[in-house]
């Protein structure tokens, strides 16, 4: 029956063919990326990353209830390239607004109504986690210095005078890396993050403080916390002058304080508070009061909010719908404002209040009017893996109202494998899925050993074990699934982004499980990707891995490049030529590969696309190239054209 009770005749059709309202063009064109949400006063900001503005990043401003009004105008985008990942590309303080602007890396002062100024040189360096210092007349913000040609960039925290006038002044070197740098509210005190090669900041990060004195710089600096095997998160004061911040001691990432006579912890659960720090200005909690934090809480791979009392420890639960969080959190005026979703909500900008749990949506991600009835729920679960351990996972079957498969057929199943690999998929709504639910397809996201969300020691089961831990993780669920008849064992395909991609190709040169497979700017040769990579990445594979060079063979043995001839799938691999992370021969070693093996495979390329995919053209291609190389593989007639990929050496019929 359709929504007004009237009969409706469901057609007929093979898994894989039936026709869907969600198609690639919705979804570019009512979808927008948010995030680093930031309050000045009563104004909120975000930023809003457009594909429709060929991936442009705006900042964004609500003022109280007035409809919201954008601030970076047409030829800028307020994006910082620091760890290329970069976050924290903006400050704003009584209505004035600092940006790193993307094409020239430079940060710009922008007035209130004004047009943006440039108050960095024209030279290469990037910017980004900049704090504003009233009382100092600056911002305090991490510096990346390309300007040695050949060696790797340095990282410092500088100090830039708010006009520009003077040249930045270093307050803090000699490490690898630095983040975070937060004023006390006095001013009179810094506190900042860094840490050293090999460590990524989610396996060791140190926290520091140190007094400013009168010119400016620091002194009596000293280290509160953290070190090579404790990861230390979003360092915050309270308005009483107390250093609070998240610390994975104890396995999970919990909530401490640091005050004159030491840490103490705030509270303690089996749960995270935190999450990887992949980009800058990332937040999981934020302060109503010096007795109140309102936090974010990861467990089970699915998140909630919460209110912590600091004095007592108490956690109280916010009831919400909400169950994906992004690592962006502000509060004002009793709520919470964050980006959240749910199974049945995309990811939207809302401010929750959190006495009562309601939500005003002040921005949705997606403004895609879609049919209920079309959307595929997902299931969470649990299946044992290799080594009795367990891992976890969450399934979408195939729904759409119009239609029944024939009598006894199973669906073909699509296994995704997440990026980082220490990242983690939500149960949120994303039309992505949704795009292959509504088509037939069965959809599994694995949160597989070495995602972050349950805990340390899961985290750590990558530890030298990347491209095994991963790939057995991604079989064993569709097997989990297979064997208990939900899906095809004959049509499984497994899909992948940046690390995803070199779990897919690992997945298809070390097993004969997947029938296919798709690489989205996927790792080929794990001893190129060593050497070729940007700095905050470059020494990540020392833990995955092993040591360089010492481990060599083990990093030529789970190189898909090495192991070409196990191919038994057809394979397409997705790439942007201007990706610094996963550079486009990472692709192109494999495609060529493959084409002298006389192995089905196809290469799709985009100028103008670095890591991850921000034009709405080259998405919409993605999405549909993907689809028709499986209609191909697996044998199905779409139901609308979509632009075709050529596929080489692919057998007929």
């Known amino acids: 029956m359709d929504r007004r009770g009237t009969p409706t005749r469901q057609r007929l059709a093979p898994y894989g063919s039936w026709r869907s309202p969600i198609s690639a063009d919705l979804i570019v064109a009512g979808t927008v990326g948010l995030g680093q949400l930031k309050l000045d006063r009563d104004d909120l900001y975000w930023v809003e990353q457009r594909p429709t503005e060929g991936g442009r990043y705006v900042i964004v401003r609500r003022r109280g209830h007035d409809k919201p009004v954008d601030i970076t105008p047409a030829g800028f985008n307020a994006r910082t390239r620091v760890h290329e990942y970069g976050g924290g590309a903006y400050a704003v303080a009584k209505g004035t607004v600092w940006f790193s602007n993307d094409s020239d890396q430079r940060l710009y002062r922008q007035d209130d109504g004004g047009k943006p100024k440039p108050i960095t040189p024209e030279v290469k360096m990037r910017y980004g986690d900049a704090v504003v210092d009233g009382s100092g007349g600056r911002l305090i913000c991490v510096r990346e210095d390309h300007r040695a040609s050949g060696s790797q960039a340095v990282n410092t925290l500088v100090a830039i005078e708010l006009e520009g006038r003077k040249q930045a002044t270093v307050l803090v070197q000699g490490n690898d890396f630095y983040s975070s740098p937060r004023l006390s509210p006095s001013g009179s005190h810094l506190a900042w993050l860094t840490w050293n090669h090999p460590n990524m900041p989610w396996d060791g990060t140190e926290l520091w403080v140190a007094e400013i004195d ?8 000293r280290k509160v916390a953290g070190g090579t095997d404790e990861s230390i998160f979003q360092p915050e004061w309270s308005e009483d002058g107390v250093l609070y911040f998240m610390s994975d001691r104890t396995n999970w990432w919990n909530l401490y304080r640091w005050r ?8 303690q659960i089996e749960a995270d508070l935190a999450t990887p720090q992949w980009t800058l200005g990332m937040s999981t909690y934020a302060f109503e009061s010096e007795a109140r934090i309102v936090c974010q809480v990861r467990s089970g791979g699915v998140a909630r909010l919460a209110a912590i009392d600091t004095q007592s420890g108490h956690l109280e639960n916010i009831e919400t719908s909400y169950t994906a969080l992004a690592a962006s959190i502000q509060l004002s005026a009793g709520k919470a404002i964050t980006i959240a979703g ?4 995309p990811m939207q900008l809302v401010a929750v209040d959190i006495g009562t ?3 005003e949506v002040v921005r949705r991600s997606s403004e895609v009017p879609v049919d209920p009835t079309y959307l595929s729920i997902p299931e969470t679960f649990e299946f044992p893996t290799t080594g009795e351990k367990t891992a976890h996972a969450f399934y979408y079957a195939p729904r759409n109202p119009d239609y029944v498969p024939p009598e006894g057929a199973l669906p073909p199943l699509i296994v995704m ?9 939500s149960n949120a709504l994303n039309l992505e899925d949704q795009y292959w639910t509504s088509r037939g397809f069965g959809y599994l996201v694995v949160n597989y050993g070495g995602s972050s969300g349950f805990g340390r020691e899961y985290r750590q089961r990558l530890n030298h074990q990347w491209g095994v831990v991963d790939v057995d993780d991604c079989v064993n669920a569709a097997r989990y699934l297979a064997d208990r008849g939900r899906v095809d064992a004959n049509r499984i395909a497994i899909t992948g982004g940046s690390a995803g991609g070199y779990t897919v190709l690992r997945a298809l040169t070390s097993t004969d499980f997947f029938k296919a497979g798709a690489s989205h700017f996927g790792i080929s040769d794990l001893e190129v990707f060593h050497s070729d990579t940007h700095k905050f990445e470059s020494m990540y594979d020392q833990n995955l891995i092993g040591p360089w060079p010492e481990a060599r063979a083990v990093y030529r043995e789970r190189s898909a490049i090495h192991s070409v001839d196990r191919i038994t799938a057809p394979v397409i691999l997705f790439q942007g030529l201007e990706d610094k992370i996963v550079p486009p021969n990472q692709a192109e070693l494999i495609v060529a590969a493959l084409k002298r093996k006389r192995l089905p495979v196809a290469y799709v390329a985009f100028e103008g696309e670095q890591h991850g995919f921000r034009i709405a053209k080259n998405i919409k291609r993605s999405i549909d190239g993907e689809l028709y190389f499986y209609s191909r593989v697996f044998g199905f007639e779409l139901p609308d054209p979509v632009e075709p990929v050529e596929i080489d050496n692919l057998p007929s019929g």
């Open 357 to 359: 749990g309601r939500a």
């Open 342 to 345: 749910g199974p049945s909500e």
């Open 417 to 425: 494998a997440h990026g980082g690999p220490t990242g983690a998929v």
């Open 260 to 267: 004159h006579q030491g840490v103490e912890p705030v509270l």
């Open 214 to 221: 009168e010119s400016g710089g620091l002194r009596a600096q």
